[in-house]
């Protein structure tokens, strides 16, 4: 049977309030942008941006979206801030993302991401129990909060949580919680009393223009090309399943509305991953940047890291596509040209906003 690719109803999100934590990072100031081309009110809770520069700013998103500056972490804070904004929907993104700086400060990540989700989760029971209608909860999580056996095939929704590092146990302990707080609180079987439907979404390696965080391949990558310096890679044979950060975002966007649409039905843990031969090693990601930018890019090989990451890593996204009717649309080639031609447009100093809304354009248009 032909599958078929649910779309984003434009007519949905128009006017809908959605209050999203962690909105300036790399994927929320994507989202952001996106929400409001869909005619979305949006109102985003986070400390100031995470990187300098920040596609947030390069953006000019602060013109866009009202911000209020807080820490998840802030559980008063929060709590105010959600009940001032009477959110239709609240997406959870506000998270420490990184893997190497889970090991060098362990406890700021425990504290951010899972108690960061224990403060939201809590603050929109606070806020239901007061009469604000909140519809749908979305926690963003990551691929990396499975048990990794580093076996070939792709992992469940239903798989045993684990993770080996600080970042992806906290994503995992983070994915708890929401069971947690869905099953004493936002029951699916007592949807009609509460009407508040919450899920979780798990993404893999997402990749895109205007990502500058510190140790993550793409962005030290990017900062390579610009400077024409020699990058050096550490795990070159390690799997990820590469995606662009639209992809994830549209199954987040089908999601919540869907969430909104049947609660019930909906309220579940859900996988956003690329197609099996997208699944790439880090040295092909880099090579294959490398010879599309030409000139002198170059890069070398450190010796083995001191910490431990994973080799082979891959969600398992039949879910969404039966359920939900989202698919994968560019492939790892795609997604990697996107890359490179929003960072000449960022070396030759274009519209960086006009070039993330035809992106979102081209990436919407695609069958």
């Not at 708890?176 to 798990?202: I, K, Q």
């Not at 990017?222 to 994830?248: C, D, F, M």
Request: hydrophobic share 35%.
């Amino acid at each position: 049977m032909e599958e078929v690719t649910a779309l984003i109803d434009k007519t949905f999100w128009k006017g809908k309030k959605v209050f999203i934590t962690g909105h300036n990072g790399f994927k929320g100031a994507w989202l952001c942008l996106w929400l409001h081309s869909l005619g979305a009110d949006v109102i985003g809770y986070s400390p100031h941006p995470p990187t300098n520069p920040s596609l947030f700013e390069l953006c000019g998103l602060d013109s866009l979206v009202p911000t209020i500056i807080g820490d998840v972490r802030s559980k008063e804070k929060l709590q105010e801030a959600v009940m001032n904004a009477k959110p239709d929907i609240v997406i959870h993104m506000a998270a420490q993302p990184l893997v190497r700086s889970s090991y060098e400060k362990p406890v700021e990540t425990y504290e951010i991401n899972v108690m960061g989700t224990v403060n939201l989760l809590e603050a929109v029971r606070i806020a239901v129990h007061n009469g604000i209608p909140v519809r749908a909860v979305l926690n963003v999580t990551s691929d990396k909060c499975y048990e990794n056996k580093e076996w070939v095939w792709g992992y469940r929704e239903g798989d045993a949580l684990g993770g080996y590092d600080p970042y992806s146990n906290s994503k995992a302990c983070s994915e708890l919680v929401t069971t947690c707080y869905r099953n004493s609180f936002f029951h699916p079987n007592h949807y009609d009393v509460h009407g508040v439907a919450l899920a979780s979404a798990r993404s893999g390696n997402v990749i895109g223009g205007g990502d500058w965080a510190a140790d993550r391949l793409i962005p030290d990558v990017i900062r390579a090309l610009l400077s024409g310096t020699k990058l050096t890679i550490r795990n070159p044979g390690a799997i990820r399943p590469w995606q662009h950060v639209l992809e994830p975002l549209g199954g987040y966007l089908l999601l919540a509305q869907k969430l909104c649409e049947d609660g019930r039905r909906f309220s579940q843990s859900w996988n956003f991953g690329p197609s099996d031969y997208d699944a790439k090693p880090v040295e092909w990601i880099v090579r294959k940047l490398c010879d599309t930018w030409g000139g002198n890019a170059a890069y070398e090989i450190e010796p083995d890291g001191h910490w431990h990451e994973a080799h082979y890593l891959k969600l398992d996204c039949s879910k969404a596509r039966s359920e939900l009717g989202w698919q994968p649309k560019w492939n790892l080639d795609q997604a990697l040209d996107r890359i490179i031609e929003w960072t000449r447009a960022y070396q030759q100093h274009q519209n960086l906003r006009s070039v993330c809304l035809q992106q979102i354009e081209q990436y919407c248009a695609t069958d």
